[in-house]
């Protein structure tokens, strides 16, 4: 699987945290016990964490795994960054990093893997998983192989696309973009076949079939416009690679595109909530 930029992370990490449905984390906290074990699967600088531990509360211990050695170092200046800024405290941990806020702490340990092997092989039992702009990279062997793995444990997969792509005001190279753009999502990624948009349907369908706890998918938009400056050309330029050059100006004609992405949270179950 290719490497992602740090800054290309940085920048899409509040637009990525601002489309998060706040229903479902809330949904994973209640599944949770005490003081739990969370596996974060391709966790890159840490956005993942950042966006869910201070919506856990109470103490935590994060196993955040990538392939990317870049990433995880990063991960750790990320992390420091944003428990300093508010005064949070911060301690040395094996492997990693800890910090203590006042509603809640984290313990957090690196863990180089590649996950095109799939998950860590030694999960700590009772631990719980998640993962942020994963699921569409992944073939249907891949989430196949997860599910059989992960599915008595509470999971919470979120900002996978889900396939919705539209442009504002429409050019005549939209269509074209978007077709070529919906193709390379069912390109090979490291993990085989990408399922792209089909994947959170996949992993939700393949998790009832083994018998997995309650679960449920929810759908949000995830918008970049004019104003979101790097970012917005950063993905619009991304959607236009590959596309010729007769599209090579479409990029700086977008003022705007929006996006969708889905969600997966499979718990223990909790009253009559069903997907």
């Known amino acids: 699987m290719s490497g992602f930029d740090p800054e290309w992370l940085a920048l899409r990490e509040p ?36 966006y869910l531990a201070p919506r856990l509360g109470r103490e935590q211990s994060w196993i955040c795994v990538d392939h ?19 005064g949070w405290s911060l301690a040395p941990a094996p492997g990693g990093i800890g910090v203590a806020a006042p509603d809640f702490s984290i313990r957090v340990r690196l863990c180089a893997h590649d996950l095109a092997r799939g998950p860590p092989p030694d ?16 073939s249907a062997a891949w ?5 059989g793995r992960c599915r008595q444990r509470p999971l919470l997969l979120a900002l996978s696309f889900d396939g919705r792509l539209e442009f504002s005001p429409a ?5 074209e973009v978007r077709r070529r753009f919906l193709r390379h999502q069912r390109t090979d990624k490291g993990f085989g076949p990408a399922l792209g948009p089909d994947a959170v349907a996949f992993l939700a369908d393949r998790l009832r079939k ?22 917005s050309a950063g993905w619009l330029g991304g959607a236009a690679a590959g596309s010729g050059e007769s599209r090579r100006a479409w990029p700086h004609r977008r003022p705007s595109r929006s996006s969708g992405a889905a969600a997966l949270s499979m718990t223990k179950p909790l009253g009559r909530h069903r997907a």
């Open 171 to 175: 050019d005549e190279d939209d269509e």
């Open 68 to 86: 990317d050695q870049l990433l995880l170092r990063a991960a750790i200046d990320r992390i420091r960054a944003w428990a300093t800024a508010p």
């Open 210 to 231: 083994l018998a997995a706890a309650h679960g449920q998918a929810r759908r949000a938009p995830l918008g970049h416009t004019r104003d979101r400056g790097r970012c």
């Open 15 to 50: 637009y990525d945290h601002a489309a998060r449905d706040p229903e479902l984390p809330a949904r994973f906290a209640a599944s949770l016990g005490d003081a739990p074990t969370i596996v974060d699967l391709g966790c890159g600088t840490g956005s993942n964490l950042r």
């Open 123 to 138: 999960l700590p039992a009772g631990a719980s998983v998640s993962a942020s702009a994963l699921l569409d990279l992944a």
């Open 143 to 147: 989430l196949d192989a997860f599910a």
